[in-house]
């Protein structure tokens, strides 16, 4: 049952942002299937009446951008506007590819969080105060990231930050 309902989501989520995860399927669309698809982001991307992108504009961005491989993914697109710094020529669709990428394909990344916060909040710590579980909880989640850090410059400033010597 949950199978389902995750591949119902992921149906979903191709309806609405179809037209931007796969470029291929553009070159071959009418106009009219283009400007249905860029409305429904359009709409989708609207919040009490307030929109991140304008759907007809999106449109014409889409039907300007130059011609690359019929293969071009969501990301592939989003690395050739960065590169050649085409994000005020095609805002739109800066906007909305970078919304698209962020889209959580599983919720595996969400459901390690919480398996690693209850390790780190046990029974024998559950005096720890919110701002010490949440940097716990991002050291241990970010752990390949943490091992890179240097202890030394960390402990030197946080020593320079709780210095509560008197002078006398």
């Known amino acids: 049952m949950s199978l389902q309902e ?3 989501t992921m149906n979903q989520v191709k309806e609405k942002y179809g037209v931007l995860l ?3 399927k553009v070159n071959g669309m009418s106009k009219e299937d283009l400007k249905k698809h860029c409305n429904e982001v359009h709409k989708t991307l609207t919040d009490k009446g307030l929109a991140d992108i304008d759907g007809p504009e999106m449109m014409q961005e889409i039907i300007n951008l130059p011609q690359l491989s019929p293969q ?3 990301l592939e697109m989003l690395t050739f506007l960065h590169n050649n710094r085409l994000q005020e ?3 739109n669709l800066w906007i909305a590819l970078r919304i698209a990428r962020t ?3 599983t919720v595996a990344s969400a459901e390690r969080s919480f398996s690693k916060l ?4 046990t029974y024998l710590r559950s005096s720890m105060g ?3 579980l949440s940097g716990l909880a991002v050291i241990s989640i970010n752990g390949d990231v943490a091992q890179k850090l240097s202890y030394d410059d960390l402990i030197a400033d946080f020593a320079a930050r709780k210095c509560r010597r008197m002078p006398l």
């Open 6 to 8: 995750r591949f119902e």
């Open 22 to 24: 796969d470029f291929s």
């Open 72 to 74: 071009t993914s969501a």
């Open 89 to 91: 020529v095609y805002p």
């Open 103 to 105: 889209l959580p394909v």
């Open 118 to 121: 209850k390790l780190i909040k």
């Open 130 to 132: 919110q701002e010490h």
